[in-house]
Nanobody, 129 residues
Framework: QVQLVESGGGLVQAGGSLRLSCVVS????????VGWFRQAPGKEREFVAV????????YYANSVKGRFTISRENAKSTVDLQMNSLKPEDTAVYYC??????????????????????WGQGAPVTVSS
């Protein structure tokens, strides 16, 4: 397993931007898919975006597509989530999560939190209207 630490959360007005960062340590970063999930008060944790290794594919939830951008920098072992055009419904605690992949490994559901076995502590994001 790896250790993950998020940073960059905070309070922003609707229409504004925030950038979250997830630093991954403890193993070979380039072997890991790193995803972002969020959990709003009283709701289930949901998938936001993922950046996969071995080709760098990225995928997004429909609710954030076109507004959020996930990027990974292997040299720094970080995965960032740039969030633009924020809405009050984006208010949540944002978590990064990691899963080790192997080249030509078995397919898995990258939108499911059960597919990831390492998690950060969470970064709260509040979007005011």
């Amino acid at each position: 397993q790896v250790q993950l630490v998020e940073s960059g959360g905070g309070l922003v007005q609707a229409g504004g931007s925030l950038r979250l960062s997830c630093v991954v340590s403890g193993s070979t970063f380039g072997d890991y898919a790193v995803g972002w999930f969020r959990q709003a008060p009283g709701k289930e944790r949901e998938f936001v975006a993922v950046a996969r290794p071995f080709g760098g594919d990225t995928y997004y939830a429909n609710s954030v597509k076109g507004r959020f951008t996930i990027s990974r920098e292997n040299a720094k072992s970080t995965v960032d989530l740039q969030m633009n055009s924020l809405k009050p419904e984006d208010t949540a605690v944002y978590y990064c999560a990691a899963r080790r992949e192997t080249l030509f490994g078995a397919a898995y559901d990258y939108t499911s939190q059960t597919s990831y076995n390492s998690w950060g502590q969470g970064a709260p994001v509040t979007v005011s209207s």
